[in-house]
């Protein structure tokens, strides 16, 4: 028997409770994983509050992230006592995921975890940061280099946003960190932030082309605030698109696209194949310092999991909820 965070649909409505069950329930797959820790993210508060169809199929042990020990392999790659991450894969949402105690999976959907990081910390970063990497090696590929001027990071009090702010600073951007929340200017400057604007300033409706001021950009508003950022894009510079906490919408125009060459960069970390999944953790690894993962993360246990998803879906949440499932 384990403990996990099981959501049930019933005629009574959607039922989320911490529960015990047993092994023999868990899904097919051919790695079982014996989960140290894990996370809450956006999505992770969609499913549990039930304030979007994340969920695909019932009952589901929510949870697109964990990071533990591999106890049983059938897969080649994997064997009993490996330590591993996953992140994404539709995990959580048609596969039973890491808010429990064990999980069970498909080998293909894992990375090693970087020898960098323990259990915990890799949580601390989770799919979150791990987008962030993504975001910064998009921007990277696509040729936006720090001298050519300030990084945009949206949403920057959140996962993402703390992650990628954090890693362009290494990397020797400039970067501008947007927020709406004003007392926590000195977090993220701590992180690497030279400046902070208020999220206001990019979420009410501007003109299509502005003036200007973007080398670049990591987005995970969407919406109003993504259409402001490329219209403020300088010439040649990249926007990537990771997230839609503000709306799925884009109320734009080609503009920014065609007269200045601004390029949009969509940014999925689900379905990533594998090797941009080690190239991401392998820039986490390198650049990100530990010490910033414990003023990101507030470390809270399995009991408390539904709690604090309520709370990130209220947006009072800064940075990440790790989640120890063992306590």
Known sequence: MFSAILIDKT???LQVALTRLDEAQLPEGDVTIAVEFSTLNYKDGLAITGKG?????YPMVPGIDLAGTVTESS?????AGDRVVLNGWGVGEGHWGGLAQKARLKGDWLVPLPHAFTPRQAMAIGTAGYTASLSVEALLAAGVAPGQGEILVTGATGGVGS???ALLAKAGFTVVAATGKAAEEAYLKALGATSVVDRGELSTPGKPFQKERWAGAIDSVGSTTLANICAATKYGGAVAAC???GGSDFPSSVMPFILRGVRLLGVDSVMAPKPARIAAWARLARDLDPAALETIATEIPLGEAIAAAAKLMDGTVRGRFVVDVNR
Do not use: M, S
């Open 163 to 165: 992650v990628a702010i």
């Open 75 to 79: 897969h080649a790659d994997w064997k």
């Open 53 to 57: 169809p994340v969920v695909r199929k």
């Open 11 to 13: 005629d009574a409505g």
């Open 243 to 245: 997230g839609l906490a």
